[in-house]
């Protein structure tokens, strides 16, 4: 019975089916483009063409599968409407669940995301620290628990939810212009540099998915997923520096002027389709604190992190390197 994969195209998903063909099982892609996805097949992974928001499609790719783990999500792109939003983040967990119902499908793994509890006041918070969600990202990723777990009641269907703290490793490309911005001595410091920043290594990610699947314990339940080690952003900052061979940042300028910069950046370009240059949630990651605890999948699930977060830095900033990126 094989394991189903969506959004295998992506820096996760594609990190979880291949170590899942690794560990000796047989994997299946729900891919919106089998040419662009040939490196899949090329590792073992049997493709199924079709887009997330097609209930066909997910009938196709769930049929005769142990567990599915729903990775596929829309992030965040300029010009994207709220019902796109909606319709892969939320409309369509609900639909691979349901699919899976149908198809008999043991467990689905939902990838949510730590950012549905917003801005941690109290550090670190668990799986029942308040839902704040604060952009149309996070607003959709928890409508897409919500119905999620409906339908697995409905259904019968073991759901669980995991919710990982940001992500990073080889493959990765969003915290690249930190990285690169540190190595190269251009990071522009904002604020004070004291919140908390909270990351998880992908390898060790994949680790949790896995458990997430496979323990008993994990049946209809959530999880924050995240690395050994929280910082604070100076303190990170600080160490990609240093593994990196450069002197930190010094200089730190005040937020609001930058915060009001990407309000007006928003406003001009967001209408037209275009990228805006400066985003406010850019300046948020100077003033939000993302901590969090992992007792729960440690004590449920024996989750260990296994990287440290020196070793990731240095396990990334190589391979960013090679790329020719930094």
Same mark, same amino acid.
């Given at each position: 019975?094989?394991?189903?994969?969506?959004?295998?195209?992506?820096?996760?998903?594609?990190?979880?089916?291949?170590?899942?063909?690794?560990?000796?099982?047989?994997?299946?892609?729900?891919?919106?483009?089998?040419?662009?996805?040939?490196?899949?097949?090329?590792?073992?992974?049997?493709?199924?063409?079709?887009?997330?928001?097609?209930?066909?499609?997910?009938?196709?790719?769930?049929?005769?599968?142990?567990?599915?783990?729903?990775?596929?999500?829309?992030?965040?792109?300029?010009?994207?409407?709220?019902?796109?939003?909606?319709? *892969?983040?939320?409309?369509?967990?609900?639909?691979?669940?349901?699919?899976?119902?149908?198809?008999?499908?043991? &467990?689905? *793994?939902?990838?949510?995301?730590?950012?549905?509890?917003?801005?941690?006041?109290?550090?670190?918070?668990?799986?029942?620290?308040?839902?704040?969600?604060?952009?149309?990202?996070?607003?959709?990723?928890?409508?897409?628990?919500? &119905?999620?777990?409906?339908?697995?009641?409905?259904?019968?269907?073991?759901?669980?939810?995991?919710?990982?703290?940001?992500?990073?490793?080889?493959?990765?490309?969003?915290?690249?212009?930190?990285?690169?911005?540190?190595?190269?001595?251009?990071?522009?410091?904002?604020?004070?540099?004291?919140?908390?920043?909270?990351?998880?290594?992908?390898?060790?990610?994949?680790?949790?998915?896995?458990?997430?699947?496979?323990?008993?314990?994990?049946?209809?339940?959530?999880?924050?997923?995240?690395?050994?080690?929280?910082?604070?952003?100076?303190?990170?900052?600080?160490?990609?520096?240093? *593994?990196?061979?450069?002197?930190?940042?010094?200089?730190?300028?005040?937020?609001?002027?930058?915060?009001?910069?990407?309000?007006?950046?928003?406003?001009?370009?967001?209408?037209?389709?275009?990228?805006?240059?400066?985003? &406010?949630?850019?300046?948020?990651?100077?003033?939000?604190?993302?901590?969090?605890?992992?007792?729960?999948?440690?004590?449920?699930?024996?989750?260990?992190?296994?990287?440290?977060?020196?070793?990731?830095?240095?396990?990334?900033?190589?391979?960013?390197?090679?790329?020719?990126?930094?």
């Amino acid at each position: 019975m094989p394991d189903v994969v969506t959004g295998a195209t992506g820096f996760t998903g594609g990190h979880l089916a291949r170590a899942l063909v690794r560990r000796g099982r047989t994997v299946r892609a729900l891919v919106r483009d089998p040419v662009r996805a040939h490196h899949l097949e090329a590792d073992g992974i049997e493709l199924v063409a079709g887009d997330i928001r097609d209930g066909s499609a997910i009938e196709r790719a769930v049929r005769g599968a142990d567990v599915v783990y729903n990775i596929a999500a829309i992030y965040r792109h300029a010009g994207t409407s709220a019902a796109v939003y909606r319709a *892969v983040n939320a409309t369509a967990a609900e639909q691979v669940v349901e699919a899976a119902g149908r198809a008999g499908v043991r &467990r689905v *793994v939902h990838c949510s995301t730590v950012g549905v509890h917003g801005d941690v006041e109290h550090p670190p918070a668990n799986e029942d620290a308040p839902l704040r969600p604060g952009d149309i990202y996070q607003i959709t990723k928890l409508e897409g628990e919500a &119905r999620a777990r409906n339908a697995g009641k409905r259904l019968g269907v073991e759901v669980t939810i995991v919710r990982p703290t940001g992500i990073y490793g080889p493959g990765d490309r969003r915290l690249l212009k930190l990285f690169r911005g540190v190595a190269r001595r251009r990071f522009p410091m904002l604020g004070r540099g004291e919140i908390y920043y909270h990351l998880t290594y992908i390898d060790d990610l994949v680790d949790g998915f896995v458990a997430c699947a496979e323990h008993p314990a994990a049946a209809h339940r959530t999880y924050i997923l995240a690395g050994g080690e929280v910082t604070t952003l100076n303190a990170l900052i600080a160490a990609v520096a240093d *593994v990196a061979g450069v002197e930190p940042p010094r200089l730190h300028l005040p937020v609001w002027p930058f915060w009001i910069a990407g309000a007006l950046c928003e406003g001009v370009c967001v209408p037209v389709g275009i990228e805006p240059p400066l985003y &406010r949630r850019r300046v948020d990651f100077y003033t939000k604190s993302r901590a969090f605890d992992i007792a729960r999948a440690r004590h449920e699930l024996a989750y260990e992190p296994k990287v440290g977060l020196r070793e990731g830095i240095q396990r990334t900033l190589r391979w960013y390197r090679q790329q020719g990126w930094i």
